[in-house]
């Protein structure tokens, strides 16, 4: 059985958080200004509020899960999907992970593009190399280094968001007086689905943190008190003005550029965590091949793939990729609390089946419902990715029984 008393070299909760928060505000940043030309103050307030709440919730647990096994994500995965079928779930999240890599480092290339414009005229796919080569050195030196860059860039991202909130709140902007409205269910599921992939995974960071103390200090510092925070504070400028993003609705301020700043810092931590992530899991999939050696391949791919113009079609891709994420942890969590409570034992894998079917049946419903409600077919939680992981862990806690699943729990 893996224990968590092993001497592992482990972080404490705090610096946990402080990556998590760098991986986070990215796609904080893209999708909190939507939120905000929709709703009003108050209404806003109490949606990132909700949001956070489930958010925290989820992230205890799949993170304490990560801090018992002491096993990344793709690791675990084996133990509910069998050893075979976990590849099929690894190569879906290393698609996923790769992805956001690409689509981060185009943002980078095109916000630094806009932001040196007016002096110099470099391409775009320089600057998205550049990212690159960034992201790269954040990451190939270890879990430390990303912790570091995190300890850095996180307060000067903070620092900034805060004097974009204070010109946004002291200025003299242009107060729409009508928001378009969202759905109370609708807006909360925005907020929660904006990083339940980061959620669903983060037994990649549980298994480096300390103990469950701190397991419990990360998930709720990151995600029941910053990220509502930082959610509710990109949102605000476009909740003033009524844009869709946040350098337009900056732009009414005059105050372009600390913007341009706050998204090229967001996507450096962002990436680097994306990056730390997508080598874990490839390093499953190619496991003879040292993971600095996977990280700097990622980043030449990410470069390649991040110059093209192809982000248009290749980010409904990625949300589409986003729906089968979550109920891998809906099975996972399952999984754990029915059979692991004792510990992973590595020799079961040898006993239990390749492949396991009807785990599958359980992902593919989860996965089905949380495209359909998603796509308003029926309504359930009205969050669709707390409705995948709920159906996901209750199909798989009736036909693991079915299936004769072997009892493990101490």
């Not at 986070?24 to 949001?51: D, F, H, M, W, Y």
């Not at 900056?250 to 962002?270: D, E, K, Q, R, Y």
């Not at 965590?273 to 700097?296: D, Y």
């Not at 693991?400 to 729990?409: D, F, H, I, N, P």
Request: proline share 5%; with cysteine; charged share 10%.
């Amino acid at each position: 059985m893996r224990k968590t008393n092993e001497n592992l070299d482990t972080a404490s909760g705090y610096r946990i958080a402080m990556i998590m928060l760098g991986i986070a505000v990215t796609p904080v940043l893209l999708s909190s200004s939507s939120l905000g030309n929709q709703l009003s103050g108050p209404e806003l307030i109490k949606v990132v509020g909700i949001g956070g709440f489930i958010l925290a919730i989820i992230a205890s647990i799949t993170i304490c899960v990560g801090e018992k096994a002491r096993l990344p994500t793709y690791g675990i995965v084996k133990y509910p999907f069998g050893e075979q079928g976990a590849v099929a779930i690894n190569i879906l999240m290393a698609i996923s992970l790769f992805g956001w890599i690409a689509v981060t480092a185009n943002m980078f290339g095109h916000s630094v593009h806009d932001l040196l414009a007016p002096y110099i005229d470099l391409p775009v796919p320089l600057l998205v190399a550049l990212g690159c080569v960034i992201f790269v050195c954040s990451t190939a030196f270890g879990f430390a280094v990303l912790g570091k860059v995190a300890q850095f860039a996180v307060p000067v991202i903070a620092f900034v968001l805060c004097y974009i909130l204070y010109v946004a709140t002291h200025g003299e902007p242009i107060v729409v007086e009508t928001l378009s409205s969202m759905n109370t269910g609708v807006a909360i599921s925005s907020v929660v689905g904006t990083i339940i992939v980061l959620v669903a995974t983060l037994p990649d960071f549980g298994s480096f943190v300390h103990n469950r103390k701190h397991a419990l200090i990360a998930s709720v510092l990151t995600f029941f008190v910053i990220y509502p925070l930082l959610y509710w504070a990109g949102a605000m400028p476009s909740a003033l003005t009524g844009q869709g993003s946040l350098l337009g609705a900056m732009a009414m301020f005059g105050a372009v550029l600390p913007a341009a700043l706050l998204l090229i810092f967001a996507t450096v931590t962002g990436n680097a965590g994306n990056m730390f992530q997508g080598t874990l899991v490839v390093s499953t999939l190619l496991a003879r091949f040292p993971k600095w050696q996977i990280t700097i391949a990622l980043g030449v791919l990410a470069a390649i793939v991040g110059s093209m113009d192809i982000m248009a079609w290749f980010i409904p891709f990625l949300l589409f990729l986003g729906i089968a994420t979550p109920p891998v942890a809906g099975i996972y969590i399952a999984d754990f609390f029915m059979y692991r409570r004792g510990g992973y034992d590595e020799a079961l894998l040898a006993s239990e089946p390749k492949v396991k079917v009807l785990t599958f049946v359980a992902w593919i419903i989860g996965s089905l419902v949380g495209f359909m409600t998603v796509n308003g077919v029926f309504t359930l939680t009205t969050i669709p990715s707390v409705d995948s992981i709920l159906v996901a862990c209750i199909c798989y806690m009736v036909l693991s029984r079915v299936g004769g699943a072997k009892k493990v729990t101490a």
